[in-house]
């Protein structure tokens, strides 16, 4: 297991993180700089607001790497009738995360259809829009992360609920292993699961791992969506899962994602990236 | 599959449900034998408050069976050196289920140990503490039902979190199929999981489903707790699970339990209790 205490050489900063502090890419590029930090993964929003080509161009004048462009997928979100739309528009994030010399683009696979219970219809939606976009993902030079989201959201945002059932998805459509498609691993979404272990080796195994996302799981939590802790304050017992996905072979960034309305959106941004490379030099 | 359509015989009451119109049990059990429902589901504190041999004589009076006592477990909540209370205490509420002729004792893992972020240890200590009641409960003839609850509670009420996990215990612990463990199935907690199909039939194959509940998941959210749902209004297809749990044998009674703090609780309770009628025999 790598020692991060020396450095931090292998943190990330995903744009939510100081999103309402730097709302601007050049906002986050340059406070990313200044604390040098070295990676960063970047929203279609703020991409899309200056363009994809300048976005790149800031990107690299300012040495960051992209670990990951958020987010593709939402599948099933329009239901069938917007399947098609939603494969296209996916196609353009891909065509964005390529420009911006992204390692992949975060998959999340979708809420259920408009009105609709069948969470199975949902998934099928899912793996049917991965499987129509793995050719062109292959021929941009950009993977397809698929990043499980916590159950919670299972009805409103993502239907892959589990490490487990990302795997499944990849052994389906990449059943020899030519890559394109890999899996995100985010400790607050899989932190739970009894079979954790299990499932990142076998995710190791197929070297899919493509991000390593971190954060924490506050408790009391006071919100389902926006209330994220700063690694450190909460439940998750972090260096173990960093262990698990290193011993299975990722040695990539540690991405600090944090959704906090109340707490870290509210300090300085400076602040916020203090705090980040703080921890995880000494608790990630 | 069962018609329920006809009449709602099984149906059963979760005291939660009323908790706050009919706190006291016997609140409870007259207006079920007023609305002709057979089954009830009460906790420990409406009986503990008039003794658990009044509290059977009164069940019995009323003509209900009682489907499931809530709740044992919470093995870890206050670490390995409140282990051996916890396990004492869960004989207690073993001894009160016999008396008052509970089918099952509604176990809930527990929580990580106070200050703990170690998961793995609190699953162990749930492990342990269920393996000690276990010849105890044989001996009650009470078995012991592990409730899998949703992931979302895994740090604060329950690391048991998937449906796999709780056969897993059932299986490490009982392997031989004697009986006195098994699972308690609540729509919930797992109609999430992607395995949830072939966990169910594996559960039903060692004849291990003592229980099943419903309510809904309601989107949006308002509290992580207190905002589940009325059968219908949600996002799970519970005829599909249903369908699942009797497809694997199960032919018990469908226990609603809600906790509703600003919709079902502000009603009164006979319209919650009619309200539970329709919805069993409209859309379970």
Redesign the interface.
């Known amino acids: 297991m790598r020692d991060l205490s020396k450095d931090h050489r292998f943190l990330s900063i995903n744009w939510a993180t100081t999103r309402e502090q730097f709302p601007r890419l050049e906002q986050l590029a340059v406070a990313l700089a200044r604390a040098d930090v070295r990676g960063i993964s970047p929203w279609r929003e703020p991409v899309q607001e200056i363009g994809a080509k300048a976005a790149g161009k800031l990107i690299r004048d300012h040495g960051l790497t992209v670990t990951g462009y958020c987010r593709g997928g939402l599948f099933s979100n329009q239901g069938r009738a917007g399947l098609k739309a939603q494969i296209e528009d996916n196609r353009r994030c891909l065509d964005e995360a390529a420009e911006i010399g992204a390692a992949c683009v975060v998959m999340v696979a979708g809420s259920?259809a408009p009105g609709s219970?069948?969470?199975r219809d949902a998934?099928a939606m899912a793996r049917e829009g991965l499987a129509e976009l793995l050719p062109y993902a292959r021929q941009a030079g950009v993977a397809l992360g698929i990043e499980p989201l916590?159950?919670?959201y299972?009805?409103?945002r993502c239907?892959?609920?589990?490490l487990?059932?990302a795997n499944?998805i990849c052994e389906a459509l990449d059943p020899r292993g030519q890559g394109g498609i890999g899996v995100v691993v985010d400790v607050y979404h899989v932190?739970?699961?009894?079979?954790i272990a299990e499932e990142i080796a076998r995710a190791g195994r197929g070297r899919r791992i493509l991000a390593f996302h971190i954060c924490d799981?506050l408790?009391?939590?006071r919100d389902?969506l926006l209330d994220r802790g700063m690694m450190g304050d909460?439940?998750?017992?972090i260096p173990h899962l960093r262990g698990l996905v290193e011993a299975a072979g990722y040695d990539g960034f540690c991405e600090v994602e944090i959704f906090s309305a109340d707490t870290w959106w509210k300090k300085p941004g400076d602040e916020v990236i203090k705090t980040c490379i703080e921890r995880y030099r000494t608790v990630v």
């Open positions: 259920l219970k069948d969470i998934r916590h159950p919670k299972a009805a409103d239907t892959c609920t589990s487990g059932e499944d932190w739970w699961d009894h079979r799981w408790v009391p939590m389902m909460g439940a998750i017992d």
